[in-house]
């Protein structure tokens, strides 16, 4: 189950970091509907493989979690159980953020560009975007001092 988890976490790093530094730059050059058509197809790309990750992620950690005895109320009392706590609470912030951020702040911008309207939503939908990336680079981090508190 360590390889299967370790896997979905490079699709979904590997992916992410693909994203900000490459894909979303080229796009950014782009101007008018030439832009929003790239970026657009970019996240509908990219969605099955992220999403799809992140969902083997949350199944396949809550299974770990279950081999080490970290989801007894006990587990708590442990330095295992609040270094976990603390990375399954950012797992939660994390991924509610990648939802705002793919399926509300984005078709908003979308639809304010569209409309010739100002785009009110870009800041808020980059800030939301930044603290989804620290939080993918955070999470296996914490998953990193995890294990290391199983040897």
């Known amino acids: ?29 782009l101007e008018g509907e030439a832009r929003m058509q790239a970026m657009r197809t970019l996240g509908r790309r990219w969605r099955p493989l992220g999403w799809g990750a992140m969902a083997v992620l949350v199944a396949s950690g809550l299974v770990l979690a279950h081999e080490h005895g970290a989801l007894r109320r006990e587990a708590l009392d442990t330095d295992f159980g609040t270094v976990l706590l603390a990375k399954s609470l950012l797992v939660v912030v994390l991924v509610a953020g990648a939802l705002m951020h793919d399926f509300v702040l984005g078709p908003r911008l979308q639809r304010e560009i569209r409309a010739g ?13 930044w603290v989804t990336f620290a939080l993918t680079i955070a999470v296996p981090i914490l998953g990193g001092v995890l294990v290391s508190m199983l040897q």
């Open 1 to 29: 189950m360590q390889i299967v988890h370790l896997l979905a976490a490079a699709v979904w790093v590997g992916g992410t970091v693909a994203l900000v530094f490459v894909g979303v730059p080229v796009v950014r050059t």
């Open 117 to 129: 309207e100002p785009p009110r939503t870009r800041r808020p939908l980059i800030a939301v975007g």
